[in-house]
């Protein structure tokens, strides 16, 4: 963990965003409560504490620990252990699911090839190097587990096309996870973090040090999770499409009626998975990404609270500041001018990272 540590602060502070989907952060001191959106991550915590809500669910996490995020989620987080002697240091990846799909495809390949006759393996047979014989029984075998991508000749159809296999009853994994680090996992985050040391290494040995963590996560505690971001007809991934859509319309009215279709399930088993997904209704869910939204409108912007509110689906002023105290703890107008004082002064908080929003770091 110590050689964690060092690397993180040894590579935070450098200018520029971090290659191949990176991201390392540091705090120095305990913050208050923060709301934000949680995309696909993986975070690694070196030093430190964090806690993130989530609904009703309250995850902690610390040195030594990993959060997995599945799904874009609206979390509440704060730094409860971090000061300039001892900072909060973590390390996140983003988590793709073409990767993870990926990965499982090739999983799927090694159990139907390793160890087989002559004739029938991967290297042998008429198929061999031609996306026949155990390739395409490997992707015959991903795409029964639901895994996406296929092999062969014929060319996949786009999503939009391809009608939702229904998912099972069974009820969708939690959105956001937490865990032990194992000791390979660590080794892994530790090697990749290093290769900073040596940019002209980073093109050819970041991709396959980031698969060996996608396979560490895959068959650790929190493999069952982190599956069901690669698996194209997976509960989650249905549950997915319904939570980019809301976070993509939510301005609109929202029917929970059509979600469900869009995620291919009838209405009560989607709002089942929904709140095990996410831990609120979808329409909770969409109040909270309109309030985040106004939040940062309001923040970058000097709109009216009023037009802001309008803009993001209230149709009454008085039940936008109201909702907006509840969410935030004060107005509309006075929270703006707080976050603006705190972004113009500086918060002790730096982060070496890519475009993605990472408040589980």
């Known amino acids: 963990m110590r050689t964690l540590r060092d690397l993180i602060l040894r590579h935070v502070d450098e200018a520029g965003p971090a290659p191949y989907g990176i991201m390392l952060s540091r705090v120095d001191h305990p913050s208050a409560p923060t709301s934000s959106i949680a995309d696909p991550v993986l975070a690694v915590v070196a030093q430190g504490a964090k806690r993130l809500t989530l609904g009703d669910r309250i ?8 959060l997995v995020v599945s799904v874009d989620l609206p979390v509440t987080g704060h730094y409860t252990r971090a000061s300039p002697e001892e900072p909060f240091l973590a390390f996140g ?49 991903a795409a029964r587990t639901g895994a996406a991508g296929r092999t062969g000749t014929r060319p996949p159809r786009p999503p939009s096309s391809r009608p ?23 080794d892994a985050v530790v090697r990749l973090v290093r290769l900073l040391d040596r940019p002209a290494d980073l093109p050819i040995l970041a991709p396959m040090i980031e698969r060996e963590i996608l396979w560490r996560l895959v068959t650790g505690e929190q493999g069952a999770l982190v599956r069901q971001i690669g698996l194209a007809d997976s509960r989650l991934r249905h549950i997915s499409r319904a939570v980019r859509w809301i976070r993509e319309h939510h301005a609109q009215t929202l029917r929970v009626e059509d979600l469900a ?101």
């Open 93 to 141: 990846l983003t988590l793709r699911p073409p990767d993870i799909a990926s990965l499982l495809l090739a999983e799927a390949g090694a159990g139907t090839g390793a160890g087989a006759a002559p004739g029938t393996g991967a290297a042998a047979g008429p198929g061999a190097g031609t996306g026949t014989g155990a390739g395409e029984r490997a992707g015959a075998k």
């Open 261 to 361: 279709r869009l995620a291919g399930m009838s209405a009560s088993p989607f709002h089942r998975h929904f709140r095990a997904v996410t831990a609120m209704t979808p329409i909770q869910f969409q109040k909270r990404i309109r309030l985040q939204e106004a939040r940062l409108r309001l923040m970058s912007s000097t709109d009216d609270v009023a037009g802001v509110g309008f803009a993001v689906g209230y149709d009454s002023a008085s039940q936008f500041s109201r909702e907006y105290r509840r969410q935030f703890g004060s107005p509309p107008g006075q929270d703006a001018a707080r976050l603006r004082g705190q972004t113009a002064t500086g918060t002790g908080r730096s982060e070496r990272r890519d475009d993605v929003r990472s408040p589980s770091l």
């Open 59 to 66: 995850h902690d996490y610390g040195a030594g620990q990993y």
């Open 164 to 186: 939702p296999r229904p998912p099972s009853s069974r009820t969708a994994p939690p959105g956001l996870a937490v865990s032990d680090a194992s000791p390979d996992l660590l």
